[in-house]
């Protein structure tokens, strides 16, 4: 998921209550959020970086590492403002035990969400490879924004009033959110199942989420030597069910093109569903998640002739 998302979970559960535990609760839960994605500095390399993102610091190491550096950045933090007379006289006094905890919290929800939609994280690395995918939410989801928001706002403002029942509208927002996220998962597997079920009777299918319209997947389907798609809800689908186009990975100038390209071997590691489409000479990957999407042109590698 995108960082605001992630700063806004780490937010909403220290609204539900988990800020009043110790010192620093918020920044515990907002950067350990966020911390995972420090692998974007790979993104300089460009499609180099589609084998390194959502990878080692993602997997269990990770989850182990970050947390643990964290509380340890946050308690020499609390210190050090301490030491200079600047620690601010509302703080609370920082539990080490309770600050790693909320760091360990903090962390723990980034690969989960990051794991939601069908972009894939690497939850395993480096014991495995294996991508796993959630496909439930796209990437940037505004109805999960306006839920995680309300949530943190409307709590701030009780807290901020002196309410007892501050924590009310952030623990509300958060079981929304849970509902959410089980609806979406249901969807795609009734649509999924629907078309493992129907005509061209693929042998793989992934329902793909949509910006905005979450009740919505479009059904990337593949058979031995032909892919397609369509869209479809839970109660219909419409579009297209035929072949549009062939798979081209089986053509003997991929492999041997791809032995002598970097960028062609991080993307075929990162490729849930890869497509080779001949241009004249050069060969094109591409990605069938993304063929329609405004960005697609970032997740193409060309394999142009010796």
């Known amino acids: 998921m995108d960082n605001l998302t992630h700063s806004l979970v780490g937010a909403l559960l220290g609204q539900m209550g988990l800020k009043r535990k110790t010192g620093l609760a918020m920044p515990a839960l907002i950067i350990g959020a966020n911390i995972p994605d420090i692998d974007a500095g790979c993104t300089v390399l460009g ?46 006094p920082v539990r080490p035990g309770w600050l790693l905890a909320l760091a360990f919290i903090g962390c723990l929800s980034h690969p989960f969400f990051d794991w939601l939609n069908s972009y894939g994280v690497r939850l395993l690395e480096p014991f495995s490879h294996r991508w796993f995918y959630g496909d439930a939410l796209f990437i940037v989801d505004p109805w999960l924004w306006a839920m995680l928001i309300a949530g943190v ?109 970097p960028e062609a071997q991080a993307f075929l590691f990162w490729s849930r569903l890869p497509i080779a489409e001949a241009k004249g000479d050069t060969i094109v990957l591409r990605d069938q998640r993304f063929l329609n999407m405004p960005t697609a042109g970032n997740f193409e590698v060309e394999l142009a002739p010796k």
């Not at 959410?180 to 299918?205: C, D, F, H, Q, T």
């Open 47 to 92: 499609t180099v970086s589609l084998a390194m993102r959502r990878g080692i610091t993602h997997g269990p190491i990770a989850m182990l590492v970050l947390p643990l550096a964290l509380t340890g950045a946050l308690l020499w933090y609390d210190r050090w403002q301490e030491r200079r007379g600047k620690r601010p006289a509302t703080r609370l």
């Open 153 to 261: 706002w409307l709590s701030r403002r009780r807290d901020k009033a002196g309410r007892a029942d501050w924590r009310r509208p952030a623990q509300v927002a958060g079981g929304g959110i849970i509902a959410y996220l089980l609806a979406n998962v249901g969807i795609g597997l009734i649509v999924a199942e629907r078309a493992w079920m129907s005509e061209p009777y693929p042998k793989i299918v992934v329902a793909n989420p949509q910006p905005l319209a979450f009740w919505r997947r479009e059904v990337l389907w593949r058979t031995a030597d032909g892919y397609g798609s369509y869209f479809a809800t839970p109660w219909s689908s419409y579009g297209e069910r035929s072949q549009t186009g062939r798979i081209g990975m089986d053509d003997p100038r991929v492999a041997e093109r791809v032995g002598r390209s």
